[in-house]
């Protein structure tokens, strides 16, 4: 894709995002690799109603470059990038289910999502929560760094998931199969629901794995 191609995708898929309920107001970002940099929404935008021309080009080296100020979750989506080779985008949003589940006190800080379904470990894998920082702050980025690429998504505590993926449709969809799948857990909680087998998990990752 082109640039020019790339901005339009990034406000086609934000707005679709939007308009389903998985952003509301100015709430969460997104970035794209580019050969020589990188696209990402503007601060304080609305994933609903971007301007394809004002949207933030970054350099090679992070500098910010053209259209608006990028968003002041940078650190999370740089850290993705350079820990996971070849990530293409980044997606971080405030959905519902996804950030409840980031609010218990009794989510599993390994494996906040639980294998409910084989489409999560397909296109999610596990996904560890990570300690609550202040939006906005460059240690979010740390954290992110600490777990030196072995996943493709984390939950952030009391804020929300950050999804990674080799193009920008694949971290959009699955950024969207963790909100499905934090709403299954929610709508089983107290019923036992049940979780795919080791084996199962196994097999999936073996078949699968480059669908992250």
């Known amino acids: 894709m082109t640039q020019d191609e790339l901005r339009e995708e990034l406000v086609r898929l934000s707005r679709s995002l ?3 309920g998985f952003s509301v107001g100015s709430a969460g970002n997104i970035s794209v690799a580019l050969p020589d940099g990188w696209l990402m929404t503007p ?7 971007l301007d394809a021309d004002r949207i933030s080009r970054l350099d090679r080296d992070w500098n910010h470059v053209g259209g608006d100020k990028p968003s002041k979750e940078v650190f999370l989506h740089r850290a993705f990038y350079e820990t996971r080779l070849g990530t293409g ?16 006190d009794d989510v599993d800080p390994q494996d906040a999502i639980p294998p409910l379904t084989p489409y999560v470990v397909m296109r999610v894998g596990r996904v560890p929560l990570l300690p609550y920082v202040m939006p906005g702050d460059p240690a979010s980025g740390d954290l992110i760094r600490g777990l030196e690429g072995r996943h493709p998504a984390v939950l952030l505590a009391n804020h929300g998931p950050v999804v990674s993926g080799r193009d920008l449709r694949s971290a959009v969809h699955a950024a969207e199969e963790l909100e499905e ?3 299954l857990a929610i709508l089983l909680a ?3 629901g049940r979780r795919l087998k080791d084996s199962d998990i196994k097999a999936l990752k073996a078949r699968y794995a480059a669908m992250r």
């Open 43 to 49: 601060t304080n935008s609305c994933l609903g109603f």
């Open 18 to 20: 939007y308009d389903r």
């Open 190 to 192: 107290g019923r036992g």
């Open 181 to 183: 799948t934090a709403k």
């Open 89 to 104: 985008a980044v997606v971080h949003l405030h959905s519902t289910c996804a950030t409840a589940l980031s609010c218990l």
